[in-house]
């Protein structure tokens, strides 16, 4: 029988997590995609704000060949992320574990792509063109988006490989309890 999720406070957050990282991914990080004309002007002003504050060299050259890299993370979002957001979401709602190895993948790439984006903001040529407001301003952005998903990483690893172990336990006992139903048998005949 699923538990509630309002029994499993950290589900409860992972849940509210992903959700605003969807909505994040989609109207924040996917205006790089998508034509100027059908973005919201209240979502470009959103947008804007941000790089203005930020001076994010990353999302405000998301498209620029020098960070091609950077370009792989933005469609890796948009073609993995987002699909995870709403699958894992949905697994923790129903308190489903067929659904962990799907937050693992989530959480090791978001894990690892923002790091990198804090590294080239923190000790790349473009650290020289930051004030220390706005890498402040980048760090209190990204980190959430790094340490948030490590934490969910490590978690779902220790559910997933807790439930394995579980499994590998059961089969073994219940191999021994042939064997020794087998045995008995042997005995009586």
Same mark, same amino acid.
């Given at each position: 029988?699923?538990?509630?999720?309002?029994?499993?406070?950290? +589900?409860?957050? %992972?849940?509210?997590?992903?959700?605003?990282?969807?909505?994040?991914?989609?109207? *924040?990080?996917?205006?790089?995609?998508?034509?100027?004309?059908?973005?919201?002007?209240?979502?470009?002003?959103?947008?804007? +704000?941000?790089?203005?504050?930020?001076?994010?060299?990353?999302?405000?050259?998301?498209?620029?060949?020098? %960070?091609?890299?950077?370009?792989?993370?933005?469609?890796? =979002?948009?073609?993995?992320?987002?699909?995870?957001?709403?699958?894992?979401?949905?697994?923790?709602?129903?308190?489903?574990?067929?659904? %962990?190895?799907?937050?693992?993948?989530?959480?090791?790439?978001?894990?690892?792509?923002?790091?990198?984006?804090?590294?080239?903001?923190?000790?790349?040529?473009?650290?020289?063109?930051?004030?220390?407001?706005?890498?402040?301003?980048?760090?209190?952005?990204?980190?959430?988006?790094? *340490?948030?998903?490590?934490?969910?990483?490590? +978690?779902?690893?220790?559910?997933?490989?807790?439930?394995?172990?579980?499994?590998?336990?059961? =089969?073994?006992?219940?191999?021994?309890?042939?064997?020794?139903?087998?045995?008995?048998?042997?005995?009586?005949?």
């Amino acid at each position: 029988m699923p538990r509630s999720l309002t029994s499993r406070p950290a +589900d409860l957050a %992972y849940v509210v997590f992903l959700v605003l990282h969807l909505f994040a991914s989609l109207l *924040i990080d996917g205006q790089a995609f998508y034509p100027a004309s059908l973005v919201p002007q209240a979502l470009k002003s959103v947008r804007s +704000d941000y790089l203005r504050d930020s001076r994010d060299p990353l999302l405000g050259n998301a498209l620029h060949p020098r %960070y091609a890299w950077f370009t792989l993370c933005l469609v890796a =979002e948009m073609v993995v992320q987002v699909p995870a957001f709403i699958a894992g979401a949905y697994g923790l709602i129903r308190d489903d574990a067929r659904f %962990y190895p799907i937050i693992i993948a989530y959480a090791s790439w978001a894990t690892l792509s923002t790091a990198e984006c804090m590294v080239t903001v923190l000790f790349g040529d473009e650290r020289k063109q930051l004030s220390h407001d706005n890498l402040r301003f980048l760090l209190s952005s990204y980190g959430p988006f790094t *340490i948030i998903p490590a934490i969910m990483l490590v +978690d779902f690893i220790i559910r997933t490989s807790s439930i394995l172990g579980s499994t590998q336990v059961a =089969e073994k006992n219940k191999m021994v309890l042939k064997q020794k139903l087998g045995e008995s048998r042997k005995l009586s005949n």
